[in-house]
């Protein structure tokens, strides 16, 4: 079993910048790799960042450049670094580990853009 808590999240001006953690409790040696996803009022939950257990990264295309994931595997933490922010980035960001094929999901935090 894993568990997922996500934070960070919060309102921000257009152009700021968050950073969202996600720490992994549990069995964590067992995940393979752990993503990033957002859902948008009214919207599908929709894929923004990727990273292996081995440091592998992939972004979503249309996030290039401005989110990055990263990991800091001594406190089991991945994080998602979002700049230049826009009102359309607003969402609640879900962190997910994958174990065997099986998804484990965090409770999600809620990201705001809005002047």
């Known amino acids: 079993q894993v568990q997922l808590m996500e934070s960070g999240g919060g309102l921000v001006q257009p152009g700021g910048s968050l950073r969202l953690s996600c720490a992994a409790s549990?069995?964590?040696?067992?995940?393979?790799?752990m993503d990033w996803y957002r859902q948008a009022p009214g919207k599908e939950r929709e894929f923004v960042a990727l990273?292996?257990?081995?440091?592998?990264?992939n972004v979503a295309d249309s996030l290039k450049g401005r989110f990055t994931i990263s990991r800091d595997n001594a406190r089991d933490t991945v994080y998602l670094q979002m700049n230049s922010l826009k009102p359309e980035d607003t969402a609640v960001y879900y962190c997910?580990?994958?174990?065997?094929?099986?998804?484990?999901w965090g409770q999600g935090t809620q990201v705001t853009v809005s002047s």
């Open positions: 549990g069995s964590t040696f067992v995940i393979e790799y």
């Open positions: 997910n580990a994958v174990v065997r094929g099986a998804s484990y």
């Open positions: 990273i292996t257990r081995g440091g592998s990264t």
